[in-house]
């Protein structure tokens, strides 16, 4: 099973900060890598799949990069909506298989 | 407009199997390359993902879990049905069904979960 390395566990931002989350495989994924956002109490919200292409109306100010295992959500000036759960999470498709990461937790400083 | 929606008990027994209904709207199972999947998320931790079903009533799971799942699909209803035997306390999780966007095993649309707690 691969798996996903999301780092730092725990950012603490001011709004309107640059943040950059990465995420690492154990083993290539080539661009099989998509970005959720979740917030308490809600279900996870597709950012990001194909390593960077953003999902349907999903805001400029986020963006995805990367390939094979090393991957990076870059949001450009951090908004108050923005505080939440960052997961990265890998697929295979076929066979299907998914691993999501650990989760980065974007926290106002 | 793609929703969909979890139901099922919210308190199960040591033992005992789960089963979980994902009722959905805004697209048909009957079309070729749509599938819905289950994932879900202890209290606190990550997600994992569970199981999928396609649209040709292929099944897939995750292989450490494949021997206790079952997920299978009524087109007609819009409905999608997940097993899920010998439950534990450690299956306590919010349980969510998600719809697929074609083509990748990523999920574009979710169900709001629904938390099952395992316990005597």
């Known amino acids: 099973e691969i798996v996903m390395t999301q780092s730092p566990a725990t950012l603490s931002v001011s709004p309107g900060e640059r943040v950059t989350l990465s995420c690492r495989a154990s083993?290539?994924?080539?661009?099989?890598l998509a970005w959720y956002q979740q917030k308490p109490g809600q279900p996870p919200r597709l950012l990001i799949y194909g390593a960077s292409t953003r999902a349907t109306g999903i805001a400029a100010r986020f963006s995805g990069s990367g390939s094979g295992t090393e991957f990076t959500l870059t949001i450009t000036s951090l908004q108050s909506e923005d505080f939440a759960i960052y997961y990265c999470?890998?697929?295979?498709?076929?066979?299907?298989?998914?691993?999501f990461g650990q989760g980065t937790k974007v926290e106002i400083k | 407009q793609i929703t969909l929606k979890e139901s099922g008990p919210t308190l199960v027994k040591p033992t005992q199997t789960l089963t979980l209904t994902c009722t959905f709207s805004?697209?048909?199972?009957?079309?070729?390359?749509?599938?819905v999947a289950w994932i879900r998320q202890p209290p606190g931790k990550p997600l994992e993902w569970l199981a999928i079903?396609?649209?040709?009533?292929?099944?897939r799971y995750n292989s450490l879990l494949r021997s206790r799942l079952t997920i299978t699909k009524d087109a007609s209803k819009n409905q999608v049905v997940l097993t899920m035997t010998n439950m534990d306390p450690v299956d306590t999780a919010t349980y969510y069904c998600?719809?697929?966007?074609?083509?990748?095993?990523?999920?574009?649309?979710w169900g709001q979960g629904t938390l099952v707690t395992v316990s005597s």
């Open positions: 998600a719809h697929r966007l074609l083509r990748d095993l990523v999920f574009d649309y």
């Open positions: 999470q890998q697929w295979n498709n076929w066979p299907p298989a998914a691993t």
């Open positions: 083993q290539s994924v080539n661009s099989n």
């Open positions: 079903i396609y649209w040709d009533d292929d099944k």
């Open positions: 805004g697209f048909s199972l009957s079309t070729s390359g749509l599938s």
